[in-house]
């Protein structure tokens, strides 16, 4: 088994930034894929962001050149990184994780606000 915690989010003014941490725990060495998801109010959730374990990364268009994933250096962590942050990026950031298994965290608050 695997638990993914969020931590990170907030509220921040539009062009503001936030960097939201997914820290995995458990059986986490068969861990392929992570990936970031977001539900905003009324919407279906969405792909953001996800890096592999071969560090392959893709980026959603919507975030692209704004938003950048990356793994931390125990490997444990992956982040994303957002910049230029704007009112429609405002969501519930869920973190994935793929083994033979898929794992979802409990997701984190980002409000872009002024």
């Known amino acids: 088994q695997v638990q993914l915690v969020e931590s990170g989010g907030g509220l921040v003014e539009p062009g503001g930034s936030l960097r939201l941490s997914c820290a995995a725990s458990?059986?986490?060495?068969?861990?392929?894929?992570t990936g970031w998801y977001r539900e905003a109010p009324g919407k279906s959730r969405e792909f953001v962001a996800s890096?592999?374990?071969?560090?392959?990364?893709d980026v959603a268009d919507p975030v692209k050149g704004r938003f950048t994933i990356s793994r931390g250096s125990a490997r444990n962590t992956v982040y994303l990184q957002m910049n230029n942050l704007k009112v429609e990026d405002t969501a519930v950031y869920f973190c994935?994780?793929?083994?033979?298994?898929?794992?979802w965290g409990q997701g984190t608050q980002v409000t872009v606000s002024s």
């Open positions: 890096i592999t374990s071969a560090n392959y990364t």
């Open positions: 458990g059986d986490i060495g068969r861990i392929y894929y």
């Open positions: 994935n994780a793929a083994d033979k298994n898929d794992y």
